[in-house]
């Protein structure tokens, strides 16, 4: 009964989605000339590889931290990994995802990862717009014409849009744990929903509050632009072209030994969850997968960095992921700790289908977490670090690591270093040419390198008097050290002189030829012994 109450409901689903007739965005597709792009550009490089030895070294480590996570949480059963790159390399489990059978957790059991699907979601939404069938600033009335008659808290709010969902500013209210219940529901229910007047809890575009229903909406979107239901989408044009075959809608499809069943803790018990089919929710948190199939999802989204100009392989374009690693609506949280819990503020926002936080440390984590009746998931990206951990756990809304102490072995125990920006060939030409100019102020010279406003707030006299000065009191010129990049047109040096360090920055102009438009020079004297 169970397998034909699942056919005719996905049946139901597919009747009421092909009655409506898909709607396409009304926004001409401009015609797009081939891109031109430098061949002098230089993409931010690891200066001494050696990540991929370094994590695989604190496996044990990390064992023992997930075994007593899981211990002290009561969780039966946690798989995890860390991917560097392209590659899972480091990758296990502890403890049960079927207590009644006694199988025990791999990294190719399969747990529902809840809320971990929207970045999915998020995907297919962009995809489709990057196709030029939809924009984002679309009405979502425009392919769901329930929307249109919904009832906004004032006069002079905006309608709601397709970025709306994305980053759950719709004004929707907080749905947890109301929408976790939701996920079999049928498109009709989603659609009833809709058309019985949503309550609000915001205006549209005011304020970030997460929002479960949103991202149903935006399934449902997928499906009427496609033409084909919403999982059907995602499995061909996400899950198949990534090679995830091990990654499901229904946890009937999963292999009994691999599947990972449902907890709670209770009555210092555990106490199974009932697993609810997918159905129009799903869009908000149905997949199911393992971590060895979720490794290489992780993979795709740090393949996005750094921007360089080699052949585009994935699902979308690795401009289109960056995009959606690019928070929205950003908050400071001035009382943010890092690993250690010393203080370190943090900026964050909602991307789309990701959270984004940078902290005063500079690490920037993209991430997102999953929870629902039985499970908790959780995947942290570290783009500039070309690493990503996730585990799953099958504890309700429970975090399934211990983030923070995983967070020290990597940035404080191994101290993993970020990609580091070569220096452009202009601005290692322009160094050389700034210390020239220092010492000698050649008019020929000047006139080669220098901007048209170089003179305008302070005059020649005037700049070779206060550099001068400079140089008198550093004494004679010893060595110029390795200039450090900000970007293709912006740097920093240091030249070691007999009494201290001179300190240049300078940034280039953008024309064709960038000459110096802004040179500051500074002196740091020797400590005196």
């Not at 061949?39 to 931010?44: E, G, L, Q, R, T």
């Not at 931290?65 to 790159?85: F, M, Q, S």
Request: aromatic share 10%.
């Amino acid at each position: 009964m169970k397998n034909l109450y699942s056919y005719l409901l996905y049946s139901s689903f597919v009747i009421i989605l092909f009655s409506c007739n898909p709607k396409q965005s009304t926004n001409p597709k401009a015609e797009i000339s081939p891109l031109s792009f430098s061949d002098s550009y230089k993409a931010p490089v690891f200066v001494h590889d050696d990540r991929i030895e370094k994590i695989k070294k604190i496996a044990p480590k990390l064992q023992k931290l997930i075994t007593e996570h899981a211990k002290t949480k009561n969780i039966p059963g946690i798989a995890y990994g860390i991917v560097v790159d392209n590659e899972l390399v480091v990758s296990s489990a502890t403890g049960f995802i079927n207590i009644e059978m006694e199988l025990t957790a791999t990294p190719v059991s399969a747990f529902r990862i809840a809320s971990m699907t929207k970045s999915f979601t998020a995907m297919a939404i962009m995809k489709l717009r990057d196709e030029g069938k939809l924009s984002l600033s679309d009405p979502v009335s425009q392919y769901i014409p329930e929307m249109a008659k919904v009832e906004y808290l004032t006069k002079d709010s905006p309608i709601i849009d397709i970025e709306n969902l994305l980053t759950m500013t719709a004004g929707f209210p907080e749905d947890n744990p109301w929408g976790d219940r939701q996920l079999h529901e049928s498109n009709q229910m989603l659609m009833n929903l809709i058309a019985d007047e949503v309550s609000f809890s915001n205006i549209p575009s005011y304020k970030f509050e997460y929002s479960n229903t949103g991202y149903a909406l935006l399934g449902n979107i997928v499906s009427r632009v496609s033409g084909i239901p919403y999982q059907a989408y995602i499995k061909t044009n996400i899950l198949q072209p990534l090679g995830m075959e091990q990654t499901y809608w229904e946890y009937d499809s999963v292999p009994k030994e691999q599947l990972a069943i449902g907890y709670r803790w209770e009555d210092e018990q555990w106490k199974l969850e009932p697993m609810l089919h997918d159905g129009a929710f799903g869009a908000m948190g149905g997949l199911i997968t393992s971590i060895e199939d979720f490794s290489k999802y992780v993979s795709f989204h740090l393949s996005a960095w750094p921007p360089r100009s080699d052949e585009e392989t994935g699902p979308v374009k690795r401009s289109t992921l960056r995009e959606m690693q690019t928070p929205q609506f950003s908050r400071l949280y001035a009382k943010a700790t890092d690993f250690n819990g010393d203080p370190c503020a943090v900026i964050s926002g909602y991307g789309y289908g990701l959270g984004i936080a940078e902290y005063c440390n500079k690490i920037k984590q993209v991430s997102h977490g999953g929870a629902l009746p039985g499970y908790g998931s959780n995947y942290v990206l570290f783009p500039e670090y070309g690493v990503g951990i996730m585990a799953f756990c099958n504890l309700t809304y429970t975090s399934p690591y211990p983030f923070r102490d995983i967070g020290k072995l990597l940035f404080d125990s191994l101290d993993l270093q970020p990609r580091q920006l070569p220096v452009s060939d202009v601005l290692a030409e322009r160094q050389k040419q700034v210390v020239e100019l220092i010492k000698n102020w050649d008019l020929e010279l000047e006139e080669n390198i220098l901007a048209e406003n170089f003179y305008m707030d302070k005059s020649r006299a005037y700049r070779m008097s206060e550099i001068k000065e400079v140089l008198n009191k550093a004494g004679d010129i010893q060595s110029t050290n390795e200039l450090a990049p900000r970007n293709q047109l912006r740097g920093s040096f240091e030249i070691q002189a007999e009494h201290g360090v001179i300190d240049i920055f300078f940034t280039l102009t953008p024309e064709k030829y960038p000459k110096v438009q802004r040179l500051d020079v500074s002196f740091e004297p020797n400590e005196k012994k």
